[in-house]
């Protein structure tokens, strides 16, 4: 039997990956939600939601009382959390598409929470990051902070892309926020709740 020359050849793909509850591999938003404390008719704002994995879970912790902006650079992974909150019949999901690297972020009043999940390996201005962060939290705001573990992982970013401990707790300290909790989110991230 002959091989076909324009045939892709993928890696083998283990389904076990994905079962969480085997794994522990994957994060699960509800969990990881709860554990920062996250309450009904809370102001979040999710940055770089990409096509909502928190975003939606969050809108349905902060219920009708609370507002979830989800923010991204890009439009059509806000057009899926539009499809996705309209779907899950969500009245709360504000889509806002920004460029936090260049564009000043202003909402009509101060967040209790700024989601930063897996974004800060994929910006290049970091600062940027935690200065539209800090702009737009009230005085007892919190931030919620996910980042890739930087070392080998069966799932996630090359490593050498990924941010170091070392690199967000000087980013934390510049921008004087303090770590009031620190835990493990799956296998392959690490979480940080801030407050100033």
Known sequence: MQEDKNKIKLPKFDPTLFEEERSGLLMDPEKVLEEAGISEGEKVADFGCGIGFYTIPAAKKVGERGIVFALDVNKDFLDVVKSKA???????????????????????????????????????????????????????????????????????????????????????????????????????????????
């Open 86 to 196: 309209t779907y899950e019949n969500l009245s709360n999901i504000k889509t806002i598409l920004i460029d936090l690297e260049k564009v000043p972020l202003n909402l009509e009043e101060p967040i209790d929470w700024v989601l930063v999940i897996d974004l800060l390996y994929q910006v290049q201005d970091k600062e940027k990051i935690f200065e539209q962060a800090k702009r737009i939290l009230s005085k007892d705001g919190k931030v919620l902070l996910i980042e890739w573990k930087k070392e080998e992982t069966p799932l996630g970013p090359p490593v050498k892309d990924r941010v170091s401990k070392e690199e967000l707790l000087n980013l934390i300290k510049k921008y004087n926020f303090q770590i009031i909790k620190e835990f493990d989110v799956g296998r392959c991230h690490k979480g940080y709740i801030l407050t100033f």
